[in-house]
């Protein structure tokens, strides 16, 4: 059936809870009755508004938090009971890194090295001027963190992250808060842990963030999840194999009419564009109709949903609303 299946199967999850839940005390259902089943090496999109759940469920996979219902496995082990054993092997960003303003760069993960008792102390420079090179800080580590931009201080807390081999990322929003050029350097980062061979699970409310970073997704709604899998499936599952047809033309009257006379339902006109659901066939034939009618056609094609259509077609709600 689905990935999840298969994933089960083989054992290969690297994060695989079953009806995992959270009530706050307040009675808020944060969480309600998740399965979720990430692969290893993936980079994982865990998707949703704000408020649907999403920084609930990573406070619970990592421990910080218990569930009032379900389980979650990290690394194979359960969690939170194995948090002493998984956490070393797991690198996490959430909610933005604590840094000490009055440090530079290269200090504050002195420090943070030092905390870990784990961490050889004869090699902690070379750990730390690595982690700096990895994300690019090595030119600004003698700033004071102070200085940073908040581009510079997500950097340095996936440095903070990265200073021991990680099975496991775990990045709660790492774009939140930056500007575009910010962000897209933060996402070329991603991709490259990803290359490396760690699995990366990010959480995000960005649904293009989603789809240039990621492999695989998991959708949230108010605490429940909507639907998970490769990006590509997911998509096409909720909008049907064949995506939608666009046409782009200048005669967009005469090219609906035609359309329609040839089964395109559910069309959609907007100035120049028109977008619809595909008829069976052939549709090189439809595009010649269109030709034959004097429609003068600047763009045919069939476009792959959005995970936002796939949103809004299984919740029935735009992707803007908060939970
Ligand atoms: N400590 C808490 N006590 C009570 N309710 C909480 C607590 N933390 C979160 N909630 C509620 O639980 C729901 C889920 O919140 P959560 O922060 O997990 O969502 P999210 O998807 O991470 O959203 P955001 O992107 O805004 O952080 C929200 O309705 C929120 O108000």
Redesign the pocket.
């Known amino acids: 059936m689905s990935e999840a299946t298969a994933v089960r199967g083989n054992d290969s999850a690297v994060i695989f809870t079953q009806g995992l839940t959270?009530r706050?005390?307040?009675g808020?259902?944060?969480?309600d009755g998740l399965d979720l089943s990430v692969p290893r090496g993936s980079v994982f999109g865990f998707l949703?508004?704000?408020?649907?759940?999403?920084?609930?469920?990573?406070?619970m996979l990592l421990g910080l938090?218990e569930p009032t219902g379900g389980s979650a496995h990290v690394l194979g082990a359960p969690m939170p009971g194995s948090v002493r054993r998984v956490l070393p092997r797991v690198g996490a960003l959430i909610e933005g890194p604590a840094l000490y303003g009055f440090l530079s760069g290269r200090e504050n993960l002195l420090r943070y090295d030092a905390a870990d008792p784990t961490a050889d102390p004869r090699t902690r420079v070379a750990r730390v001027d690595r982690a700096l090179e990895r994300v690019g800080l090595s030119a600004a580590a003698a700033k004071k963190a102070r200085a940073y931009s908040l581009g510079m201080k997500q950097r340095l807390g996936l440095a903070a992250a990265l200073l021991q081999p990680r099975d496991l990322l775990v990045l709660?929003?790492p774009t939140?808060g930056l500007d575009p050029q910010g962000m897209r350097e933060i996402r070329a980062l991603v991709r490259e842990l990803a290359g490396d061979g760690s699995t990366v699970f990010l959480?995000s409310?960005l649904l293009d963030e989603i789809e240039q970073v990621c492999t695989h997704t998991a959708v949230?709604h108010r605490?429940r999840l909507v639907t998970q899998g490769r990006v590509e499936e997911v998509a096409e599952r909720a909008a049907g194999a064949r995506g939608r047809l666009a046409v782009t033309t200048p005669d967009p009257g005469e090219a609906a009419r035609v359309l329609k006379e040839h089964g395109v339902a559910d069309l959609v006109t907007e100035g120049e564009e028109l977008s619809g659901e595909p008829p069976p066939g052939d549709l090189a034939e439809l595009n010649a109709a269109l030709v034959r009618a004097g429609v003068r056609v600047r763009a045919f094609g069939l476009r792959r949903a959005s995970l936002e259509d796939v949103f809004v077609s299984l919740t029935g709600e735009g992707f803007d609303v908060?939970?």
């Not at 808020?28 to 969480?31: E, F, P």
């Open positions: 959270k706050y005390r307040g808020q259902l944060a969480v949703g508004p704000n408020g649907s759940g999403k920084t609930t469920t990573i406070r938090i709660d929003e939140n959480s409310h949230m605490g908060a939970g």
